[in-house]
Each structure stands twice: as C-alpha cells, then as structure tokens.
C-alpha cells in the first residue's frame, strides 16, 4: 500500500477546504475593556455606544478553519488646550479560526488567533497624513460562538490583547522616529454579523 507522505497529506487537506471553501462578507461592533470589568458592564458599553468601534470583514471559511481581515474605525473629539480636534482611532488585524463543527455549522463554536495594529490620527486637518500619531501591534487570541440561518451568520466573539514589544517605527522628513504606544486594553468583545456567499 502507497505511503502518504506529511506534504503530501497537507496538499491534500488544503485541496478539500478549497474546494468546500465560502466567502463571507459583514460588519462588526467591538468595545476594549479591561478583565475586571463585568459582563453587566460591557454590554452597557454596547447599549449605550460607549467606545464602540465599527467595521467591516471579510472571511475564507474552509470546512473546519477560516482566514480573516478586519477593518474598524471610532471617530471622536478630544481638546488640546482651547482647541478642539477631530480624532479617529482605527484598528487592522488579520486571523485565524478553527471551526470543531464546521463553518457553516447552525451552532458555531470557533477559537481564534491574529495579529493587528492599533493607532490614533488627526480625522481632519492632519499635518501629516502618512503618519499616525500613536500606534501599537498586537497579538490576539479567543474564542467565540456564532449561529448560522443559511446564507446569514450572527456571532459573538472575546478576544485577549498582547501588545507586542516590538515598537511601531516611521518614517518621515528623512528621519525615523517610534510612535507613541496606543493604551491597549486587554479584552476585545464582538458582536457581529456575516453573509455567507
């Protein structure tokens, strides 16, 4: 009997979760808190919009796993001295899923690894564009649970922050210099929704 060999096998676990492979399209809600903070009080964040960042994802589920982008966004104002200044804070992250069940599954119990970066900038007005005005990498890791009807997913997901000691560095006028670290808290909550196509 023909042995199969470690690549061999990978090649063709990845040829079977591409071929069951869907793209999933939504939007999510997030607030940061920190680990002490009750479940009473973070879904009071939610209720009343406090430190809510929004945005948008997309996936690639493949059976049991999926790989994943996400993109949110708060916009606020903040005063410097007698001046006021519009502010957004944004955050970019990458991820991977494991799906026990499947991605598609009616109950949807997943975990979850990534990395990010966190930053603050001037929304309006920003002498400087290319660069933001703080910033911090990270490592995320968590869990969630989702229910999918059909075509349509709904999920919540907790996801423990790991700043990296690696500094955010820039570059600008000819010079590098590193950013100022972003005030990461160490808990991300989600509730989100999704299209599966």
């Known amino acids: 009997m023909k042995k199969i060999g470690p690549l061999s096998m990978m090649l063709l676990l990845i040829a079977e ?16 808190a920190n680990t002490d903070q009750s479940a009473e009080t973070i ?27 996400g993109f949110n966004w708060s916009y606020y104002s903040t005063s410097f001295g007698s001046t006021t200044a519009k ?12 799906h026990p069940l499947s991605y598609k599954s009616f109950l949807d119990p997943f975990l979850e690894l990534g990395v990010g970066q966190i930053a603050t900038d001037y929304a309006e007005n920003d ?6 005005l703080r910033a911090t990498k990270y490592f995320q890791a968590g869990g969630g649970l989702g229910l999918n009807l059909g075509h349509l997913g709904l999920f919540l997901k907790a996801l423990y922050m ?14 590098s210099y590193t950013l100022e670290a972003y005030p990461l808290k160490p808990l991300k909550v989600f509730l989100g929704a999704k299209v599966i196509l």
Do not use: R
């Not at 879904?43 to 982008?69: D, Q, S, W």
């Not at 502010?87 to 494991?98: E, H």
């Not at 002498?127 to 933001?132: C, K």
């Open 43 to 69: 879904i009071a964040m939610f209720k009343e919009g406090e430190g809510i960042i929004y945005g948008p994802f997309i996936e690639l589920g493949m059976k049991n796993f999926a790989i994943g982008a």
């Open 127 to 132: 002498p400087d564009p290319s660069v933001a």
């Open 162 to 175: 790991i700043p990296l000691e690696d500094p955010v560095i820039v570059s600008a006028g000819g010079s």
């Open 17 to 32: 979760g591409s071929a069951w492979a869907q793209i999933s399209l939504g939007g999510t809600a997030a607030v940061f």
């Open 87 to 98: 502010m957004v804070d944004y955050d970019i992250n990458g991820y991977l899923q494991g």
